[in-house]
């Protein structure tokens, strides 16, 4: 057990940690989308629904006529800015392809706003189950394959190590290998639930590739009858009723009024208008959801025969499928408020930690036998342990350095990020071991430090401005990096300090006594 503990946690470490922290990092995407987009206006004062409602649709109607969908997004605590979308249908003769646009309304004069093209929070959040690089089928699959080895290293772990939670409350400081164990044993129980939950659910959230083959033989093969499965096992029931307004009468507004009237309690958050200029044109109008997991409500207004009928999705046909829905709403943490997302991003944090304690303790177990190739696996442990804040670091510098108007200016951020992470791993390989943590260390302290004075050289938004104009997104992300950037200078002294004890790996200080 002990064996299987050890090297399903090993066999994809790297991976593993790799996917915690850009998974992490995705429960805040919606504050990265904002500081990623400086241009932004905000909503510093409360304004009236159908006034965001007239002034949208005004700036839809000149930009958007033949759009297939409107959206009109509210602003929220987490968003708080007025947005509007719609999709551009394809167009042979005029060469225009299917695409989404978007844009952000000056909340003083219901100007559209054209913001810098970014890969965004999203992308970045994508990253921990789709690699980017690789063809969509095979990030799922070893994205897959990696959870269900971190799964089986979590229920072995829990075996082998009898007195686990005794453990938890026992740290032996300046022990060497022992401290360390000590150090993951904590980073492990702490929020153990979490990684528990989080592991199994991603894996059921993969299991339509991973069980790919599964379906084929029951169902039918190919993308089409894949699609047909998932649209059937997760129907919704759907309550639907009329109301007493002429269906002449049925408008964006109308809908607005009607839904609100039905929902007092509960801020909208979207508007939509769904299959424009067809006859089954529809109203949507989405709030938030104040209770359990669910992060919204839907309803949907529609024309039926004179009369104007409501739809409102009451929860899944199949257990199978609330089940599921569980599990995504629980992985995604939508539905969580600030302190709960906060919760859930250091559980994520301490996942990775414990990745990394792993990482470390599977080196030093085996440092006595001064290899090369576990001298090559201690630095890349250096590499991808601090290389991939490091990489996320130079992502957001990128959004603020390249040129606004650079030609894939989106995907160039992302280029960014991994050819920071390359050059880490090339550089920890080329140092010598007693220094490579130790330098790394530093590199990521000054590499977050510098970001709010990057984003103040060249954006309007310093620290000072942020706090005058109440933009406590933009505030807080400079703060979170000046916080990561502390830490990291803080971890860097220590090593200094103990650098000359172990010149075999300044992470770790042997005693005398071993382990």
């Not at 702490?190 to 069980?211: A, C, D, E, N, R």
């Amino acid at each position: 057990m002990s064996w299987l503990h050890t090297w399903s946690g090993f066999a994809f470490a790297w991976l593993l940690f790799f996917i915690f922290v850009t998974g992490t990092v995705g429960y805040f995407e919606n504050e990265i989308d904002r500081w990623m987009k400086p241009e932004i206006a905000i909503v510093n004062e409360p304004i009236d629904d159908l006034t965001i409602l007239k002034t949208a649709q005004q700036q839809l109607t000149t930009h958007a006529a033949d759009g297939a969908q409107w959206y009109i997004s509210y602003p929220s605590a987490r968003d708080p800015y007025i947005d509007i979308s719609w999709l551009q249908p394809a167009n042979k003769e005029t060469g225009t392809r299917r695409q989404w646009h978007e844009k952000n309304l000056a909340p003083s004069t219901g100007e559209l706003i054209t913001t810098r093209e970014t890969s965004g929070g999203e992308t970045l959040y994508r990253l921990h189950y789709n690699l980017h690089y690789v063809p969509i089928f095979v990030g799922y699959l070893v994205t897959s394959l990696a959870t269900m080895l971190m799964l089986i290293g979590l229920v072995t772990g829990v075996i082998i190590h009898k007195k686990i939670f005794i453990e938890f409350f026992t740290f032996r400081a300046n022990k060497g290998l022992r401290s360390w164990l000590d150090i993951h044993n904590i980073f492990s129980v702490l929020p153990l639930p979490f990684h528990l939950m989080i592991t199994y659910s991603g894996l059921v959230l993969l299991m339509g590739v991973s069980f790919a083959p599964v379906v084929d033989a029951t169902y039918g093969e190919g993308q089409k009858m894949h699609r047909q499965l998932y649209d059937e096992t997760q129907a919704e029931n759907i309550t639907t009723q009329f109301i007493a307004l002429p269906a002449a009468n049925l408008s964006l507004e109308t809908a607005l009024i009607d839904a609100k009237s039905r929902f007092k309690d509960q801020a909208v958050n979207y508007l939509g208008v769904v299959d424009r200029n067809t006859e089954q044109s529809g109203f949507e109008v989405w709030f938030d959801a104040q209770q359990g997991i669910e992060f919204a409500t839907l309803i949907t207004y529609r024309a039926v025969g004179g009369q104007v009928q409501i739809e409102q999705a009451t929860g899944k046909k199949y257990s199978a499928a609330e089940v599921y829905d569980v599990l995504e709403h629980l992985h995604e943490g939508l539905f969580a408020d600030i302190y709960l997302r906060w919760l859930y991003f250091l559980s994520g944090l301490l996942g990775a930690g414990m990745i990394a304690t792993g990482m470390i303790i599977w080196v030093q177990k085996r440092k006595k036998q001064q290899s090369r190739f576990i001298n090559v696996i201690d630095k890349l442990n250096a590499a991808v342990v601090v290389g991939l804040p490091i990489a996320i670091a130079a992502y957001f510098w990128a959004n603020r350095l390249l040129p606004i108007e650079m030609v894939s200016r989106a995907q160039w951020e992302m280029h960014s990020l991994f050819i920071v992470f390359a050059l880490c791993c090339c550089f920890c390989l080329a140092r010598v071991a007693e220094k490579v943590w130790q330098n790394m260390l530093w590199l990521a302290a000054a590499a977050y430090a510098l970001i709010p004075l990057v984003n103040m050289l060249t954006t309007k938004h310093s620290m000072l401005a942020s706090l005058h104009n109440n933009d406590w997104l933009m505030l807080g992300f400079d703060l979170t990096m000046l916080l990561f950037a502390g830490g990291f200078a803080v971890a860097a002294v220590v090593l200094q300090k103990r650098s000359g004890i172990d010149a075999s790996n300044p992470l770790i200080k042997q005693t005398a006594k071993g382990v």
